[in-house]
């Protein structure tokens, strides 16, 4: 069964811009997370989506969004980039059972973003 | 303060030796998990360990859990380059079963 895909990979940005990165969650699955991962802090978690609904968001600004579909994909958005926001970026998705989440992440390879 | 401190930071070792590394917390949890992540990928979930004093063994890693469920530890036999990785514990917490918190981790290398 596909894993977790996210798109695209790697990608090169300048201050003041912004990106989107984006996350296919594998098939069934319908919470999908977000991490960041620096050498310094590690991974630090962003914000997780179910049904379309986000559930918990972590210590970031504001310029870090995400959104989730109907079809489970999630996108997540940092506007205004700065230096420190260069990192992996890396999604997440989880099978919720009716009697509440397994606990077991499933995570894409990451998504690479250089601010310069 | 870090929720999870992991140690050795760093680790390298050459190849078929032992090695152990921690994860330690003051505080209590449910469960400990442990992850794996090789270079340019995303980490893998290794085991989880949900009774305090637990042992469980995948392979030539054993992972334990504290008594007090308060750290865990994972030990490698006979370590294989393969091995080499960041090893990561995390725990799910902030009042939340969807948010996992993770230590720094340990990074590995084993040297063929």
């Known amino acids: 069964k596909a894993g977790v895909t996210q798109t695209p990979r790697y990608l090169i940005k300048t201050r003041g811009q912004q990106v989107t990165l984006s996350c296919s969650p594998i098939?069934?699955?319908?919470?999908v997370s977000w991490y960041q991962q620096t050498p310094g802090q590690g991974l630090q978690f962003l914000f997780e989506?179910?049904?379309?609904?986000?559930?918990n968001k972590g210590n970031f600004p504001g310029r870090f969004s995400g959104r989730q579909f109907s079809n489970s994909r999630s996108e997540m958005n940092v506007s205004t980039l700065e230096l420190g926001d260069s990192a992996l970026y890396l999604c997440?998705?989880?099978?919720?059972?009716?009697?509440?989440?397994?606990?077991?992440?499933?995570f894409g390879e990451g998504s690479r973003l250089t601010v310069l | 303060t870090q929720l999870l401190e992991q140690s050795p930071q760093f680790l390298s070792i050459q190849e078929g030796e032992n090695l152990t590394v921690y994860c330690n917390s003051s505080?209590?949890?449910?469960?400990l998990q442990w992850y794996r992540q090789e270079p340019g990928e995303g980490p893998v979930l290794l085991v989880t360990?949900?009774?305090?004093?637990e042992v469980k063994k995948l392979k030539r890693l054993t992972f334990q859990f504290g008594d007090a469920r308060k750290d865990s530890s994972l030990h490698i036999t006979a370590a294989q380059p393969g091995d080499t990785g960041l090893y990561l514990c995390?725990?799910?917490?902030?009042?939340?079963?969807?948010?996992?918190?993770f230590g720094k981790g340990t990074l590995l290398t084993v040297n063929p």
């Open positions: 995390a725990v799910l917490g902030g009042g939340s079963n969807y948010k996992l918190t």
């Open positions: 098939s069934g699955h319908r919470s």
């Open positions: 989506y179910f049904s379309e609904t986000q559930r």
């Open positions: 505080s209590v949890f449910s469960s």
């Open positions: 360990v949900v009774t305090g004093g």
């Open positions: 997440a998705s989880s099978l919720v059972t009716p009697w509440g989440a397994t606990g077991e992440l499933f």
